[in-house]
């Protein structure tokens, strides 16, 4: 038979447990599709870029691939996600994301309550965040890939 020992921690150890499961125990901040999440904190230190789009939306739609091309070449710099504006999820976002081709990470979280945004009165509406979480620009209409590679190259030479 296998006798079991009491582990006693010194107190500073079970604070040090505690605070650690405070922080990494919590409801994350935010969701996206496909089972994942995330928190406002590790967005910190990088550019984000969240882009609202909708299906009835033809200049969201055009500028779509653009939002693609400037998220695989520039992920490693820059966060870059999506959120369909009419608060779509499950079989009716995926049906869409695969239809209209969006390759970027999609938001189920509105971004708006986030960081305090209201809600776009056009689309498509792109936000640029910079890496202390300052909302810096927001762009309505569509944008490509150069318009978005220029707007942060922008704001990083100030």
Request: proline content about 7%; some cysteine.
């Amino acid at each position: 038979m296998l006798k079991l020992k009491k582990i006693i921690f010194p107190k500073s150890l079970s604070l040090l447990a505690l605070l650690l499961c405070f922080t990494a125990c919590s409801k994350p901040d935010f969701e996206i599709y496909k089972n994942s999440s995330g928190y406002i904190q590790d967005l910190r230190g990088q550019w984000v870029v969240i882009n609202y789009w909708a299906d009835w939306c033809p200049p969201c739609i055009k500028e779509m691939p653009e939002l693609s091309s400037f998220y695989e070449d520039n992920k490693k710099e820059v966060q870059v996600f999506a959120y369909n504006f009419d608060r779509l999820e499950g079989e009716e976002l995926q049906e869409q994301i695969l239809r209209f081709k969006v390759k970027v990470p999609s938001l189920l979280t509105d971004p708006g309550e986030l960081f305090g945004w209201e809600v776009p009165e056009s689309l498509p509406a792109t936000y640029i965040i910079d890496p202390e979480g300052v909302t810096r620009e927001v762009l309505i209409g569509p944008q490509t890939k150069e318009s978005l590679e220029a707007i942060i190259l922008k704001f990083k030479e100030t």
